[in-house]
């Protein structure tokens, strides 16, 4: 298969060039940012410095929601957007109308960790990023950042809330997980910096996230807020070394993380902490970008400080963006009375808006701020986008163990199954890319899938299913969600597995956290896809078919037995696949 940076080929970069070109990255527009900054009043520069939420789905001028925005533009008179869930002409042209009506041209931004699919209904969705934790290339970090830049930007986003540079050193952390790279500081590092070279060579700018490093927690910050009791020397040897790569790298935004350190902070966040994003973050790594908060709506934050009071702790601490206020207007009014009584000065707010405008200026936006609409389909979605994340997920799955040689039976002949699927409500085609590939290929598949929700009757049922079929694979979509507080199977289907196996062939497949032998710790056969994507589905299919090889290694420990590196290597199977079914559109 051809590797995924020769795919991406120099015709498609043609195709968007006119809708991207305004926007490259350190190409700066003829303005005057001082100029820009003197006409600004008080209440608007503290606007500048206020990202709401805004979904992106369809939303007619006169519905409630848009009027709200609306609102935020003409009287708030905010600096960005963090937008959601949408499709690409929906998200676009939502923003278009945005813009044209802004004073000053509004910096948006997304989380688009994986890629834009995660936020564009559409796009080219890779698996999470640990998968190229797997493949340990770098060039597949940069493919990631690259393609998230051109179909992020072909719909008028500018910011992505990513990489992930935290270093997922905790099993059971509840909300990092597959989101980093790894375990490794510096294996993550060198991803980090080319996931960030991938994004800014093409015209978007990278974000650093969890300053100074969420990967060692057990707790979740949209709930609580996580303790790390970790020394400077420590913090120093692990945490900090991605940060530090990805400023290297030029990465010009940094996320601070809701988490508290006692050795720095004593029991208050980082978000909140003048010691950590002053001392550490600007005078010790140098650090001469934007920083940006985490969500202020966050449990760790809102839940003690209120809307108001948080954002001006941000910024006392060194904030400069505050990111998803609870109340933009309560975040405004507090920014102007601590203004107005000194407690932050005009200086400081000078700074944090002229670094905002400065943004704005080199990211082009001052010349060209809306997005062309009709370019939209020759660049989101596209076919090399699209080959080069199937091409990205094939290399990074990861074989764990075959003690029996389950796998290796089934690769060589075509067989009869029983495929059990586990996922959340959000994603409810799970197992259905890997079932069909399967039955294109041959197999003789019977099939059920399984809810966090799902009772009695259904356990039934799948039991049922498992009963009639030799060998039986479990699919298993355990993926990291905000607020949910763990990742984790249901002990119910993780007793399920572990008596399956005892009895018959049984085949344990994660599409999403790879530390599932905490549960199943006597499974014989554990395979790993890194993520529940249609290209992560199809890519486990296709090894159980044993149309590709399986070369990937472990970017973190699984407990208890298996080390950073380890990873059994399949070669190709003397069956050559059939003629490639048909995609099946999902909606």
């Known amino acids: 298969m051809m590797r995924a940076h020769t795919l991406l080929v120099v015709t498609l970069i043609a ?39 805004l979904g992106g789905n369809y939303a007619a001028l006169d519905d409630s929601a848009f009027q709200i925005a609306t609102r935020w533009i003409d009287t708030l008179e905010i600096g960005g957007i963090i937008i959601s869930v949408g499709s690409p ?63 992020g930007r072909a719909v008028g986003i500018h910011v992505n809330f990513a990489p992930d540079a935290d270093v997922n050193s905790n099993p059971l952390n509840p909300i990092i997980n597959t989101r980093s790279f790894g375990e490794d500081p510096h294996a993550v590092a060198r991803l980090v910096r080319a996931y960030v070279h991938g994004l800014q060579d093409n015209g978007m700018l990278a974000t650093l ?36 790569a990805g400023i290297d790298a030029g990465a010009q935004i940094v996320m601070s993380a809701h988490i508290a350190f006692p050795a720095f902070t004593g029991e208050t966040p980082a978000t909140l902490s003048p010691a950590m994003l002053t001392g550490v973050l600007r005078d010790s790594l140098k650090f001469k970008g934007l920083v940006v908060t985490d969500a202020l709506q966050m449990g760790a934050i809102v839940a003690k400080y209120g809307a108001g009071e948080a954002a001006v702790r941000a910024f006392e601490a060194g904030s400069d963006l505050l990111l998803m206020p609870a109340d933009p207007d309560s975040a405004i009014a507090s920014m102007l009375v601590a203004l107005q009584t000194g407690r932050i000065s005009g200086a400081r707010l000078d700074a944090s808006v002229r670094r905002m405008l400065e943004i704005k200026r080199n990211l082009g936006l001052f010349a060209r701020r809306t997005v062309p609409l009709d370019s939209i389909a020759r660049i989101v979605g596209s076919k090399p986008f699209q080959d080069a994340a199937d091409d990205i997920a094939q290399r990074s799955v990861t074989l764990v163990r075959d003690t029996t040689g ?14 059990i699927a586990y996922g959340d ?22 099939f059920f899938r399984l809810w966090p929700m799902s009772g009695q009757a259904s356990y039934d049922s799948a039991r ?32 399920l597995i572990a008596l399956t196996d005892s009895v018959k062939p049984t085949v ?42 399986v070369r990937g290694k472990l970017p973190i420990r699984v407990p208890p037995a298996y080390p950073i590196g380890h990873g059994l290597v399949l070669p190709d199977s003397t069956l050559p696949p059939p003629r490639p079914p048909a995609r099946t559109i999902i909606p």
Request: aromatic share 6%; hydrophobic share 45%.
């Open 15 to 53: 195709a968007c060039g006119g809708s991207r070109a305004a926007g490259r990255a350190g190409t700066p527009t003829p303005v005057s940012v001082d100029a820009a900054l003197a006409k600004l009043t008080p209440r608007q520069k503290i606007g500048q410095l206020v990202v709401p939420w």
């Open 89 to 151: 002409y929906d998200i676009a042209a939502k923003l278009n109308t945005l813009q044209r009506r802004s004073k000053l041209p509004l910096l948006i931004s997304a989380d688009l960790e994986w890629g834009a699919a995660m936020r564009v209904v559409g796009a080219t969705a890779f698996p999470y990023v640990m998968a190229a934790g797997a493949t340990g290339d770098e060039r597949d970090a940069y493919t990631i950042g690259r393609v998230a830049a051109l179909e």
């Open 209 to 244: 996230k969890h300053f100074p490093g969420h990967g060692d927690t057990d707790a979740d910050s949209h709930i609580g807020l996580p303790t790390i009791r970790a020394d400077y020397p420590r913090l120093d040897s692990v945490e900090l070394v991605p940060f530090r």
């Open 406 to 419: 389950v796998i290796a039976r089934l690769r060589a002949s075509r067989s009869r199954m029983a495929v």
């Open 425 to 446: 409500e959000l994603n409810s085609y799970v197992g259905q890319r890997m079932l069909e590939l399967l039955r294109a290929g041959g197999d003789t598949v019977g």
């Open 464 to 495: 049922f299913v498992i009963g009639r079929a030799p060998t039986v694979i479990f699919a298993m979509n355990v993926r990291p969600i905000a607020a949910r507080g763990s990742i984790a199977l249901p002990d119910s289907l993780a007793r």
């Open 508 to 549: 344990l497949v994660s599409l999403g956290s790879p530390y599932l032998l905490n549960q199943t710790p006597m499974v014989k056969s554990y395979l790993i896809a890194w993520s529940g994507v249609r290209t992560a589905e199809r890519a486990a299919a296709r090894v159980l078919l044993g149309w590709s090889p």
